[in-house]
């Protein structure tokens, strides 16, 4: 099973502008999908970028998961876990500039990389 990197966000909402900024942050356009669990998606040559609206993480390894609204899982096609992180990363401080968003970034579910509270304060 391969390591992904997951970026989860609060506030999850208004999701038409959660969406945009996604999208922007990427540099891609999300487009809705009809798989069950990713609300929309994009694809970013390399990587994708999925998006789930809500999900039913619990709190684990002393992160709140269960704080943040929404999803985001960056996945490198070629399963590049340097290049996978580099993108997440890049996506991740896009978001985190825009200073509307919560945010953490991490590895696996299972390793804190980066917080980034609203109003663009770096941890």
């Not at 922007?24 to 809705?32: I, N, P, Q, V, W």
């Not at 970028?49 to 985001?72: A, I, K, N, P, Q």
Request: proline letters at 2%.
């Amino acid at each position: 099973m391969s390591a992904y990197h997951y970026i989860f966000v609060r506030p999850g909402f208004p999701r038409d502008r959660l969406v945009r900024d996604i999208s922007e942050a990427c540099g891609a356009e999300l487009m809705s999908t009809e798989d069950e669990f990713i609300d929309c998606a994009a694809s970013l040559g390399h990587a994708a970028v999925e998006v789930e609206f809500t999900h039913e993480y619990e709190d684990d390894h002393g992160m709140t998961f269960e704080r943040y609204d929404s999803l985001l899982t960056v996945r490198d096609f070629g399963a590049d876990p340097k290049r996978q992180e580099a993108t997440a990363r890049q996506i991740f401080e896009n978001l985190s500039a825009l200073g509307r968003y919560d945010l953490i970034l991490v590895r696996d579910l299972q390793e804190l990389l980066a917080t980034s509270e609203a109003g663009g304060d770096d941890a």
